[in-house]
């Protein structure tokens, strides 16, 4: 074996032989002993709370964060057509509705042996009439019997009964709810009720009207079956309108 | 023959005197590069019992399959893949295979040494 050679493995084998130490001390890092006594560790426990509440925060702020994409993702595509979609229905009485207003009774009279006049017949004309009168003093939003009345809503006699776009008007009592713009127009409907000439009227057909004081509260149901629109088209801008 | 052991012994007494640690994440790279250093030794030391040792081949091979080793596994962090393993399993198998061939090497020297 010559020393040349000797040399070359002596100085590889040292190399590995420092390697292997260097492992060797990575590898087994010195066991620590863990000599915190109570408060230290008490006050380790708190600084590490500390930072979990922290990273608690932080992931509230980026769930937030996520809450308000998602909200604006929604408001920017659906929202505002939904919004009018609500406004529209709205308008159109399909939404159940709540607000200030006076409701109506329409019962038979009691004549004077103290019976009631058993005539369960309203005429269509005595109630356009009423509406009328309802919506010229300030009504917004009226329903008869649990009907809401809309722009469409139809009041004709069919055989010998009084319908309300289908729904029979037979059964005494007959609610009328009326809901306006706020409290104030409540109460000035209310008194023009009270001296209206209609409510003359319904005594000639053996009805009396009975007024409620105006109420905060009073909810509306909303219109149930499909509007049909059939003799309608829009019209073309600026000819028919007023744009 | 017992110079290298001296040397081996004189490289651990010299690193854990030195008391170098490196990081965790590259004790990887280390391990495989040992690896590659002890399969270069032992291919060094059958190629001087079969007499074909060459110095250049021994020297280069030694540097240049550490190297290697060490980019394989380099490669592998980075690629998602665990290429160290492959140079692990080279390594280890021409381990054995060269630990092989010196010990039947040695047992035909002892026995034809003991039959003269």
Excluded: C
């Excluded at chain 1, 207003?101 to 109630?127: C, F, K, W």
């Excluded at chain 2, 190297?67 to 021409?94: C, E, I, K, P």
Aim: charged share 25%.
């Amino acid at each position: 074996m010559g020393s040349q050679k000797n040399v070359y493995f002596t100085i590889t084998a040292s190399i590995i032989g420092f390697m292997v130490a260097i492992q060797f001390q990575t590898v087994s890092e010195p066991v620590v002993r863990d000599t915190r006594d109570t408060w230290e560790l008490r006050n380790d426990l708190m600084s590490e709370k500390e930072i979990e509440s922290e990273l608690l925060q932080e992931i509230q702020t980026f769930e937030d964060t996520l809450a308000k994409y998602e909200d604006e993702r929604e408001q920017s595509k659906g929202k505002l057509l939904k919004e009018t979609l609500n406004e529209l229905k709205n308008e159109a009485g399909m939404t159940d509705v709540s607000g200030p207003g006076i409701t109506l009774t329409i019962r038979p009279i009691i004549n004077e042996i103290g019976r009631e006049v058993q005539m369960a017949y309203i005429s269509p004309s005595l109630l356009q009439r009423l509406l009328n009168e309802l919506n010229m003093y300030g009504a917004k939003y009226v329903s008869i019997d649990e009907q809401r009345v809309i722009s469409t809503t139809v009041i004709r006699d069919i055989g010998t009964v009084t319908k309300i776009d289908g729904h029979s008007l037979n059964r005494l009592p007959i609610v009328i709810k009326v809901i306006t713009e706020d409290e104030e127009k409540a109460e000035r409907l209310f008194k023009r009720m009270e001296i209206s000439p209609v409510v003359e009227d319904f005594n000639m057909d053996s009805l009396k009207v009975e007024l409620s004081n105006p109420e905060e509260n009073i909810t509306i149901p909303g219109y149930k079956d499909p509007i049909r629109i059939r003799y309608m088209e829009p019209a073309d801008n600026g000819v028919g309108g007023d744009g | 023959m017992w110079l290298p052991l001296m040397g081996l012994i004189i490289g651990v007494i010299i690193g854990l005197l030195t008391d170098i640690r490196i990081p965790a994440e590259y004790s990887n790279y280390l391990s495989i590069a040992i690896l590659a250093a002890l399969d270069t030794l032992f291919g060094g030391i059958r190629a001087q019992l079969q007499n074909i040792y060459d110095e250049k081949v021994f020297v280069s091979g030694f540097f240049f399959n550490i190297l290697l080793a060490a980019s394989l596994a380099f490669l592998g962090v980075h690629l998602g893949v665990d290429l160290y393993l492959a140079a692990v399993f080279a390594f280890g198998v021409r381990l054995f295979q060269n630990i092989a061939v010196i010990r039947r090497i040695l047992l035909t020297k002892w026995t034809s040494s003991g039959e003269k």
